[in-house]
Nanobody, 123 residues
Framework: QMQLVESGGGSVQAGGSLRLSCAAS????????MGWFRQAPGKEREFVAA????????YYADAVKGLFTISRDNTNNRCNLQMNSLKPEDTAVYYC????????????????WGQGTQVTVSS
């Protein structure tokens, strides 16, 4: 069974940066695509970014292109999300997810999910 644990959330002012990290454990972690999602209060969960199993292909929501960077370290079974130029609208609970198919992650589907980490951006 795969387990995902997010960390790195917190409170920052607009324009600041945060780096989220997802620690994954499981037999086949390295062959799974991984992604980040977020859900703001009263809103539906939305896709943020994803990376394939090799780290070669990345995908981003339009709202975060050029601002967020997803990466993975298969040696240490981690997936990171570097968030720069944060805005108040980025405030949400951020979730890490993993799936064998990248396209399923982009469709808000994931076989495994973390518990989430809160990101709060103030004006």
């Amino acid at each position: 069974q795969m387990q995902l644990v997010e960390s790195g959330g917190g409170s920052v002012q607009a324009g600041g940066s945060l780096r989220l990290s997802c620690a994954a454990s499981g037999r086949t972690v390295k062959v799974y695509a991984m992604g980040w999602f977020r859900q703001a209060p009263g809103k539906e969960r939305e896709f943020v970014a994803a990376v394939d199993w090799s780290g070669a292909d990345t995908y981003y929501a339009d709202a975060v292109k050029g601002l967020f960077t997803i990466s993975r370290d298969n040696t240490n079974n981690r997936c990171n999300l570097q968030m720069n130029s944060l805005k108040p609208e980025d405030t949400a609970v951020y979730y890490c997810a993993a799936d064998r198919l990248t396209r399923r992650l982009r469709s808000l589907v994931g076989e495994y999910w973390g518990q989430g980490t809160q990101v709060t951006v103030s004006s």
